[in-house]
Nanobody, 123 residues
Framework: QVQLVESGGGLMQAGGSLRLSCSASGLQFAWPAMGWFRQAPGKEREFVAATTWTGDSTVYADAVQGRFTISRDNAKGTVDLLMNSLKLEDTAVYYC????????????????WGQGTQVTVSS
């Protein structure tokens, strides 16, 4: 059974950095896609970043390109999201997800989800 648990959220001033971590258990090669999504109050869940099983390929949403970095460590069973130059609009609950479609960006391409971790960026 796949289990995803996010950690590392919190309150940060604009311009600061946070690192989110997703501890993934029960994953096998059949789950090649790992992604991060976020959902702000009153908005739909949106794609942030995704990586492959090997971590050698990544894709980012335009809003975070150049500021966020997704990385995967299969030995540790973790997928991290390093968030730099945080903006007020990055405030959201961030979710880790696993799916079968490599580098997919659609929410419905991912079938396993964590509970989410809150990230709040203040001015």
């Amino acid at each position: 059974q796949v289990q995803l648990v996010e950690s590392g959220g919190g309150l940060m001033q604009a311009g600061g950095s946070l690192r989110l971590s997703c501890s993934a258990s029960g994953l096998q090669f059949a789950w090649p896609a790992m992604g991060w999504f976020r959902q702000a109050p009153g908005k739909e869940r949106e794609f942030v970043a995704a990586t492959t099983w090997t971590g050698d390929s990544t894709v980012y949403a335009d809003a975070v390109q150049g500021r966020f970095t997704i990385s995967r460590d299969n030995a540790k069973g973790t997928v991290d999201l390093l968030m730099n130059s945080l903006k007020l609009e990055d405030t959201a609950v961030y979710y880790c997800a696993a799916g079968h479609l490599i580098l997919a960006t659609a929410v419905n391409a991912y079938t396993q989800w964590g509970q989410g971790t809150q990230v709040t960026v203040s001015s």
